[in-house]
């Protein structure tokens, strides 16, 4: 497991929270299939992380343009940069097909990264979304 449920705060507002949730689960099957060098599994699971992250990123990014959310563009921006990091081991992982550089990107920047922008990012815009949506 690379990333227990309670290292990511939980913010004010339900949708969010289980968008994390949805993602720590399927980032923490991908880790596994990393750390046991399942190729196979790897790559299937690698797909079902980008539709995910996709998703996560998205749905946040529809609801702060719905509610003119003054910090849009900066959030997105952190956003964008995690975009082009996954986009760029993808296309990595297809050529290299290395465990290894995965394994090294979600433990020393992808799990730092998601527990700081919810923590940042993603708490702020819950409290000005509130709890209605
Ligand atoms: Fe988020
Ligand atoms: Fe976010």
Do not use: C
Not at 6 to 23: A, F, G, K, P, T
Not at 68 to 97: G, P, S
Not at 112 to 133: I, P, R, T, Y
């Amino acid at each position: 497991m690379l990333i227990k449920p309670h290292e990511v705060q939980q913010v004010s507002n339900e949708v969010i929270n289980m968008l994390h949730d949805e993602e720590i689960e399927i980032i923490n099957s991908f880790y596994d299939a990393v750390v046991a060098k399942d190729i196979e599994k790897i790559d299937e699971l690698f797909k079902v992380v980008l539709f995910d992250v996709e998703d996560h990123f998205q749905t946040e990014e529809e609801m702060m343009k719905q509610n003119n959310y003054t910090n849009y563009q900066v959030h997105k921006n952190d956003h964008d940069t995690m975009r082009e990091k996954i986009a760029k081991f993808f296309e990595r992982w297809l050529v290299l097909k290395s465990p290894l550089e995965l394994q090294d990107f979600l433990e020393t920047d992808f799990k730092k990264w998601l527990v700081l922008h919810v923590s940042k990012w993603d708490s702020e815009m819950a409290l000005h979304l509130g709890h209605a949506m």
